[in-house]
């Protein structure tokens, strides 16, 4: 089970975080991968680290906020990979303030790496995966798209379109082949909530989100990119996976 063997798989922002233990985790589940996204010199890390699995890696540098730049990059993973069968949509940029703060530079900004930007990623890989019938296309949300939280507008706008996002195209392509899902994780170890995390009472506010007295560990979101990427998920369409430690059971 959850085999993907001679499988391509793209992750953006592959770099660190969950997106780089996303990538580990598909490589370990068989697949070869093409890290996607900015910070290079990270990126090559992790491809080392894949190689050492005996996995084929390969890095592709991309500013996701630049679109025009968008299918080209995934054209030369694919040139150096092959086809591309799985695209993690994981990239993603946060800014919590209260919403009277928020400038539109900031609003832009998270809505081009977090909305737009997995849009085109999608449109860059799909002719290929609807000519061959055969695709999974995973996006990264947030429990932070499905549940009010203050001083996150901007992040949970684009988060909140994301998992829209993930229905529409569900919808559009899963009679071609293609199953487009979300993973909405709740508060997860990453270079974006450890700091956070060290401040007592946000810790505190932060846990209680969820039942789980923990928050999430990375492999944890792995390992249900793994399930969604796998054929024993070909009927999950559409769906929104919550690996949120119960945040959304509230
Ligand atoms: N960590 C959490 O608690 C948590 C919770 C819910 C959802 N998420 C989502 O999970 C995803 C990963 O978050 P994380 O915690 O690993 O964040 P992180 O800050 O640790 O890593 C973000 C990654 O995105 C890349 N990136 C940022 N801007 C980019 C751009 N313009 N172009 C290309 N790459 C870019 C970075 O290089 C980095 O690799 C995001 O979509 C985030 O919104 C995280």
Avoid at 83 to 111: C, F, H, M, Y
């Amino acid at each position: 089970m959850f085999d993907l063997t001679g499988k391509n798989a793209a992750v953006t922002g592959a770099a660190r975080g969950l997106g780089k233990a996303i990538a580990l985790g598909l490589a370990d589940a068989g697949a070869d991968l093409a890290l996607v996204g900015l910070e290079g010199e990270l990126m090559e890390d992790v491809a080392q680290a894949i190689r050492a699995k005996g996995r084929r890696a390969v890095v592709v540098e991309l500013d996701l906020r630049n679109v025009p730049a968008i299918a080209p990059a995934f054209a030369k993973a694919e040139e150096l990979l092959g086809p591309i069968d799985i695209l993690v949509n994981n990239a993603g940029v946060n800014k919590t303030e209260p919403s009277v703060d928020v400038l539109q530079e900031t609003w832009d900004r998270l809505n081009d790496v977090n909305l737009r930007a997995p849009f085109f990623c999608a449109q860059a890989v799909a002719p290929g995966m609807l000519a061959r019938g055969v695709g999974k296309i995973i996006n990264i949300a947030s429990d932070a798209g499905q549940k009010g939280y203050a001083e996150h507008a901007a992040y949970g706008a684009t988060k909140g379109g994301i998992i829209q996002l993930t229905r529409d195209l569900a919808v559009e392509w899963a009679g071609r082949g293609i199953q487009v899902n979300a993973i909405a994780p709740g508060a997860a170890w990453t270079d974006m909530t450890t700091p956070a995390m060290q401040i007592p009472e946000i810790a505190a506010s932060i846990l209680a989100r969820g039942v789980s007295p923990r928050i999430t560990n990375p492999e944890e979101i792995a390992w249900a990119a793994i399930y969604l990427a796998s054929k024993e998920a070909d009927q999950v369409i559409g769906h929104i996976l919550n690996v949120d430690g119960g945040s959304g059971a509230q």
